[in-house]
């Protein structure tokens, strides 16, 4: 007879150690999306509620977010003094959900204020956040074999994008109700109350996961010269400053889409949130193909390939405001942002030497915080002083929101940064060669249903030499 083995499967590595740690981070990843599907997805849309301007809303979704990658630094800085990674991982998971409650509370005791306390606390959400990052970034190098790094983050990334979309649809669904009753602020609280009870529960798992001693990732202030020399010209330099001004062109538009749906087109919340969670299903269904493209031929080739989409998806809101349409859009948009996001990311870890990827982490999430700062204060600039209707040449048009001609600008924008950098990128590990017109046969199948590319990379790569260190 056989006897069934009680030992759980290990999915992610040969080490039990390290493969429980790799669990646990799947989980921490779970929890982790049901705080931003129920809470921080809507921050925008509680901005609006409060009665927020363009220009607010381009500083609540670009100020946090350059502020906190300052706490980048303070997070490197600290390493160089612990010999541990986990507790600045820690003391950050904690900053970022603590910080919920002035975020539900300043606003709603002081209205008149009420947007700027908001700033302030999201300003600590993501200061609390960015904490974390490169310690948690250089704990997950160490944790997930290179040659498996795309699936695993794909597979963690996936589970987390559905899990996202499940709780924005069912904080849409609160909001709604309680809207529908005339307690819109009830809601937000209630959601909000939600995010922080999940952060808790993803820190309950970090808690659970092997640091090894002794890999502190700490702060390194590099000799300029040799900076000049080894990194400036760098694929690594390359690609930060093409991400930066990427982020850029996109946060022109992006923070204003929810302005748009809202304000605008006065949806209500639960079509405003099935528009939004549009997004997140694309990704939860395209992201482990995306993984497998990237593992087999390399992250330029997403890079390129998605790189080249992204600024059409801007340019086709002017199109039409129907909501079935809109959805389809977003769904694009999804696809084509998931790709280029794992591969950017898997880009960025194959191009930093292990000990330098702090600081250089550092700075890369730095110039792209500036990029998106600069892009979103620009296109506050033109929503709240650009008149609808456009003169050209004798030609008179007249937008049908201000907001259209907000996305034209990121359109173009983000076109002209694709033709200047793309076609320099280059791969920095060694990838098989592969003819387009073979790239065009994987492409297994297309669903009709959804509009969306499906496995791309049907086959399962065999293990290689490398898989076994793990």
Same mark, same amino acid.
Not at 185 to 194: C, K, P
């Given at each position: 007879?056989?006897?069934?083995?009680? !030992?759980?499967?290990?999915?992610?590595?040969?080490?039990?150690?390290?493969?429980?740690?790799?669990?646990?981070?799947?989980?921490?990843?779970?929890?982790?999306?049901?705080?931003?599907?129920?809470?921080?997805?809507?921050?925008?849309?509680?901005?609006?509620?409060?009665?927020?301007?363009?220009?607010?809303?381009?500083?609540?979704?670009?100020?946090?977010?350059?502020?906190?990658?300052?706490?980048?630094?303070?997070?490197?800085?600290?390493?160089?003094?612990?010999?541990?990674?986990?507790?600045?991982?820690?003391?950050?998971?904690?900053?970022?959900?603590?910080?919920?409650?002035?975020?539900?509370?300043?606003?709603?005791?002081?209205?008149?204020?009420?947007?700027?306390?908001?700033?302030?606390?999201?300003?600590?959400?993501?200061?609390?956040?960015?904490?974390?990052?490169?310690?948690?970034?250089?704990?997950?190098?160490?944790?997930?074999?290179?040659?498996?790094?795309?699936?695993?983050?794909?597979?963690?990334?996936?589970?987390?994008?559905?899990?996202?979309?499940?709780?924005?649809?069912?904080?849409?669904?609160?909001?709604?109700?309680?809207?529908?009753?005339?307690?819109?602020?009830?809601?937000?609280?209630?959601?909000?109350?939600?995010?922080?009870?999940?952060?808790?529960?993803?820190?309950?798992?970090?808690?659970?996961?092997?640091?090894?001693?002794?890999?502190?990732?700490?702060?390194?202030?590099?000799?300029?010269?040799?900076?000049?020399?080894?990194?400036?010209? @760098?694929?690594?330099?390359?690609?930060?400053?093409?991400?930066?001004?990427?982020?850029?062109?996109?946060?022109?538009?992006?923070?204003?889409?929810?302005?748009?749906?809202?304000?605008?087109?006065?949806?209500?919340?639960?079509?405003?949130?099935?528009?939004?969670?549009?997004?997140?299903?694309?990704?939860?269904?395209?992201?482990?193909?995306?993984?497998?493209?990237?593992?087999?031929?390399?992250?330029?080739?997403?890079?390129?390939?998605?790189?080249?989409?992204?600024?059409?998806?801007?340019?086709?809101?002017?199109?039409?405001?129907?909501?079935?349409?809109?959805?389809?859009?977003?769904?694009?948009?999804?696809?084509?942002?998931?790709?280029?996001?794992?591969?950017?990311?898997?880009?960025?870890?194959?191009?930093?030497?292990?000990?330098?990827?702090?600081?250089?982490?550092?700075?890369?999430?730095?110039?792209?915080?500036?990029?998106?700062?600069?892009?979103?204060?620009?296109?506050?600039?033109?929503?709240?002083?650009? !008149?609808?209707?456009?003169?050209?040449?004798?030609?008179?048009?007249?937008?049908?929101?201000?907001?259209?001609?907000?996305?034209?600008?990121?359109?173009?924008?983000?076109?002209?940064?694709?033709?200047?950098?793309?076609?320099?990128?280059?791969?920095?590990?060694?990838?098989?060669?592969?003819?387009?017109?073979?790239?065009? %046969?994987?492409?297994?199948?297309?669903?009709?249903?959804?509009?969306?590319? %499906?496995?791309?990379?049907? @086959?399962?790569?065999?293990?290689?030499?490398?898989?076994?260190?793990?």
């Amino acid at each position: 007879m056989f006897r069934r083995r009680r !030992n759980t499967p290990r999915l992610f590595s040969r080490k039990p150690e390290i493969d429980r740690s790799l669990r646990h981070s799947v989980k921490d990843g779970v929890a982790y999306a049901v705080m931003t599907g129920a809470g921080e997805a809507y921050f925008s849309a509680f901005a609006i509620l409060l009665k927020a301007t363009p220009n607010q809303i381009g500083l609540l979704a670009a100020l946090p977010q350059l502020i906190g990658s300052l706490a980048q630094l303070l997070s490197a800085w600290l390493g160089q003094r612990s010999q541990r990674r986990m507790p600045v991982i820690l003391g950050g998971a904690r900053l970022q959900c603590y910080s919920w409650l002035p975020l539900m509370v300043l606003p709603l005791l002081v209205p008149e204020h009420a947007v700027t306390l908001l700033l302030l606390a999201v300003t600590l959400y993501y200061f609390g956040a960015n904490l974390s990052v490169p310690q948690w970034s250089s704990l997950m190098g160490d944790l997930v074999h290179k040659r498996r790094r795309g699936r695993y983050f794909a597979y963690r990334t996936r589970l987390a994008s559905i899990t996202s979309f499940v709780a924005m649809i069912g904080a849409g669904l609160v909001l709604h109700l309680f809207d529908q009753s005339g307690y819109a602020l009830a809601g937000f609280v209630t959601i909000f109350a939600i995010a922080m009870t999940a952060r808790l529960v993803s820190i309950h798992h970090l808690k659970q996961m092997h640091d090894p001693p002794g890999h502190t990732a700490a702060l390194e202030i590099p000799n300029w010269r040799l900076w000049k020399n080894q990194f400036l010209n @760098s694929p690594f330099a390359r690609f930060s400053i093409f991400f930066a001004l990427m982020q850029f062109a996109t946060a022109i538009a992006s923070p204003f889409f929810s302005v748009y749906l809202l304000r605008d087109l006065e949806l209500s919340y639960f079509q405003f949130t099935l528009n939004m969670g549009m997004v997140i299903l694309a990704q939860f269904l395209t992201l482990n193909q995306w993984g497998r493209i990237a593992d087999a031929f390399g992250n330029r080739l997403i890079l390129v390939v998605t790189g080249s989409l992204i600024p059409v998806i801007p340019a086709l809101w002017l199109l039409s405001s129907e909501i079935w349409y809109l959805m389809l859009l977003q769904a694009l948009g999804g696809l084509v942002w998931a790709g280029f996001s794992l591969s950017a990311s898997n880009f960025i870890y194959d191009a930093l030497p292990a000990h330098k990827r702090v600081t250089l982490m550092a700075l890369h999430n730095t110039l792209a915080n500036i990029g998106l700062f600069v892009g979103a204060v620009i296109g506050g600039f033109v929503a709240t002083h650009v !008149n609808q209707t456009i003169t050209l040449g004798g030609y008179t048009h007249e937008f049908a929101s201000v907001f259209l001609i907000v996305f034209l600008l990121s359109a173009l924008a983000r076109g002209l940064v694709a033709l200047i950098f793309l076609p320099r990128l280059k791969e920095v590990r060694y990838i098989r060669p592969m003819p387009m017109r073979e790239l065009i %046969f994987r492409v297994a199948r297309f669903n009709a249903l959804w509009g969306l590319f %499906f496995d791309v990379v049907g @086959s399962r790569r065999k293990p290689g030499p490398g898989d076994k260190s793990d």
